[in-house]
């Protein structure tokens, strides 16, 4: 059982180049989402999906952009990457009863 | 809008002590609340999640509770051991739906043998 899984865990970007994040779940979960860690932070979150074909806002979603075209998978695109940007990604399901948020690996990205 | 603070910061303890997280939150009406513990590099491992009409949960060593009229809960770790060292997470459920997150900075907990 994997679980949530990141793909790539490590990742270096010049500033202006884009990339895409993506995330895969085999638990049949309806809820996924993008968190950022920062240091000294604790995670915040950048989008999200409800399900199949939605995304919403959270908050910080500014400088990326998500997309949701299968149940299992969520990706995470940034455009035009900035050192701001530089953070641990944290991917992370749910389903829509009561119960607690799965977690993939993270990956860390450094935008030089 | 919900602010989550975890205190202390860090925690540096010998073996065998029983210690006590605190996480405050501001708004009261949550979804539930989860603890976490995240190895350095590694993600985040759920604990233990207690629901908004729950008032405590245990997993072996472990133990939450959660007090939502004063906005606060506790983890407990009894007889604490040097693999326990670790940030340890909590987050509480956005009550508007679909299970949104607000963390707070974490506790860093160092167990010296």
């Known amino acids: 059982n994997a679980g949530v899984t990141q793909t790539p865990k490590f990742r270096v970007l010049k500033t202006g180049q884009s990339m895409t994040l993506l995330c895969a779940q085999d638990?049949?979960?309806?809820?996924m989402y993008w968190y950022r860690q920062d240091p000294g932070m604790g995670l915040r979150l950048i989008h999200y999906s409800v399900g199949e074909g939605t995304t919403a806002k959270g908050e910080v979603p500014d400088g990326y952009n998500v997309s949701r075209l299968k149940k299992q998978n969520f990706l995470l695109g940034l455009e035009s990457a900035a050192p701001s940007q530089t953070s641990v990604y944290f991917c992370?399901?749910?389903?829509?009863?009561?119960?607690?948020?799965?977690f993939g690996q993270g990956t860390r990205l450094t935008v030089v | 809008k919900q602010e989550v603070t975890q205190i202390p910061a860090a925690l540096s303890v010998p073996e065998g002590e029983n210690l006590v997280l605190n996480c405050s939150f501001t708004?009261?009406?949550?979804?539930?609340l989860q603890w976490f513990r995240q190895d350095p590099g590694k993600g985040l491992t759920s604990l233990l999640l207690i629901q908004s009409s729950q008032r405590e949960q245990t997993s072996g060593r472990l133990n939450a509770s959660l007090d939502k009229s004063s906005g606060r809960s506790t983890l407990y770790i009894a007889a604490s051991q040097p693999g326990d060292s670790a940030t340890y997470l909590c987050a509480t459920g956005d009550s508007g739906g679909y299970n949104k997150l607000i963390f707070g900075a974490g506790t860093r907990l160092a167990v010296h043998p």
């Open positions: 638990m049949n979960h309806e809820y």
């Open positions: 992370a399901s749910t389903p829509p009863s009561r119960q607690g948020a799965f």
């Open positions: 708004d009261s009406a949550i979804y539930n």
